[in-house]
C-alpha cells in the first residue's frame, strides 16, 4: 500500500522569498504524484500532478514539483511566495491500478509581511 | 464543466442521530472517492467506487457507515449512529484517468 510523509506540519515564510514543501511517498511502482491545496473553508484545488515524463512539472500559481526517484521524493517549489499562498498544501499519492489516491498529514504555511 | 456537488454544506446532529450526505461527481468520471477530513488532518480515504462497485473500503467504520453510489453516478454516505469522533469534513472527489477533483465538503458536527 502507499503512503506519503510530509514532515513540516509548519512553515513561514516572508512574503517574497522562496518556498520548498516537503514530500516523500512509498509505492512500488512508478506513483501518480499530486500537490493540492486547501484555503480555509474550502476543498481541495489541484496545484500539479505527476504521472511520467520530465520530473520537474510546472503548476497553477506559478508552483513547481519535482519527482526524484532515487530519494522518493516530490518536492514542492515556488520562487517567491505571496500572502495569498497562506493555505494548508498536501501531498498524495496514486497507483496506476485502480487509482487509489493516498493524502499526506499536510504542511500549513504561512506568509509573513 | 460542472464541478463535484455535495450536500449538506453543514450540518449539526446530536450523538446517536444519523446523518446522510450526497455527493454528485463530474459527468464520466467513473471513480467516486469519500473522505474523511478531522480537523487539522489530510484527508482519510473511507471508500472507493469504481463505477457500481467498491474497490477499497478497508479504512470505512462498517458497523456504522455505509455508502452506495446509485447507477454509477451519484453516491449517498451515511452515518448510522453517528459519535462524537466522526465531527469532521467529509469530502467527495471524482476522477477520470487518475486526476481526482474535489467538492467543497460537508462539514459534520456532532454535539
Known amino acids: 500500500a502507499q503512503s506519503v510523509t510530509q514532515p513540516d506540519i509548519h512553515i513561514t515564510v516572508s512574503e517574497g522569498a522562496s518556498l520548498e514543501l516537503r514530500c516523500n511517498y512509498s509505492?512500488?511502482?512508478?506513483?501518480?504524484l499530486f500537490w493540492y491545496v486547501q484555503s480555509p473553508g474550502q476543498g481541495l484545488q489541484l496545484l500539479l500532478k505527476y504521472f511520467s515524463g520530465d520530473t520537474l512539472v510546472q503548476g497553477i500559481k506559478g508552483f513547481e514539483a519535482e519527482f526524484k526517484r532515487s530519494q522518493s521524493s516530490f518536492n514542492l517549489r515556488k520562487p517567491s511566495v505571496h500572502w495569498s499562498d497562506a493555505a494548508e498544501y498536501f501531498c498524495a499519492v496514486g497507483d496506476t491500478g485502480f487509482q487509489k489516491l493516498v493524502f499526506g498529514t499536510g504542511t500549513r504555511l504561512l506568509v509573513s509581511p | 464543466e460542472a464541478g463535484v456537488a455535495q450536500s449538506p454544506r453543514y450540518k449539526i446532529i446530536e450523538k446517536r442521530q444519523s446523518v446522510a450526505f450526497w455527493c454528485n461527481p463530474i459527468s464520466g468520471h467513473a471513480t467516486l472517492y469519500w473522505y474523511q477530513q478531522i480537523l487539522g488532518q489530510g484527508p482519510k480515504l473511507l471508500i472507493q467506487?469504481?463505477?457500481?462497485?467498491?474497490?477499497?473500503d478497508s479504512q470505512l467504520p462498517k458497523d456504522r457507515f455505509s455508502a452506495e453510489r446509485l447507477k454509477g453516478v451519484d453516491s449517498t454516505l451515511k452515518i448510522q449512529p453517528a459519535k462524537l469522533e466522526d465531527s469532521a469534513v467529509y469530502l467527495c472527489?471524482?476522477?477520470?484517468?487518475?486526476?481526482?477533483?474535489f467538492g467543497q465538503g460537508t462539514r459534520l458536527t456532532v454535539v
Open positions: 467506487f469504481q463505477n457500481n462497485g467498491v474497490v477499497d
Open positions: 509505492y512500488g511502482a512508478t506513483p501518480y
Open positions: 472527489a471524482s476522477s477520470l484517468a487518475g486526476e481526482a477533483f
